[in-house]
């Protein structure tokens, strides 16, 4: 089995910062590209930002030069930095990787189970 686990939601005041770690544990052969995607009520799943295993970033509009993905291979984590956060930045946030698994060696993506980001004042 494979998890990923994510910590570092919360309330936060506009113009405030957070930042999301997720870490995924398992039957892991390697990771390839990890993601952070995020839910507002009533909308569907969005891209935020996602980062290849070699570090290749990609970053919706909205977020850009406001947000920043990182990665530790070795710790199998990926975090995402969020400045200047905006109430249209409150959602639910979901890790997402590109896993190859030990025993089959089959690809297959992973969800976390989310995150509340609420940004209010």
């Known amino acids: 089995q494979v998890q990923l686990v994510e910590s570092g939601g919360g309330l936060v005041q506009p113009g405030g910062s957070l930042r999301l770690s997720c870490a995924a544990s398992?039957?892991?052969?390697?990771?390839?590209?990890m993601g952070w995607y995020r839910q507002a009520p009533g909308q569907q799943r969005e891209l935020v930002a996602s980062?290849?295993?070699?570090?290749?970033?990609n970053y919706a509009d909205s977020v850009k030069a406001r947000f920043t993905i990182s990665r530790d291979n070795a710790k199998k984590t990926v975090y995402l930095q969020m400045n200047s956060l905006k109430p249209e930045d409150t959602a639910v946030y979901y890790c997402n990787a590109d896993i190859r698994l030990v025993l089959t060696m089959d690809r297959m993506e992973f969800w976390g189970q989310g995150t509340q980001v609420t940004v209010s004042s």
């Open positions: 398992g039957s892991i052969f390697s990771l390839g590209a």
């Open positions: 980062i290849t295993s070699g570090g290749t970033t």
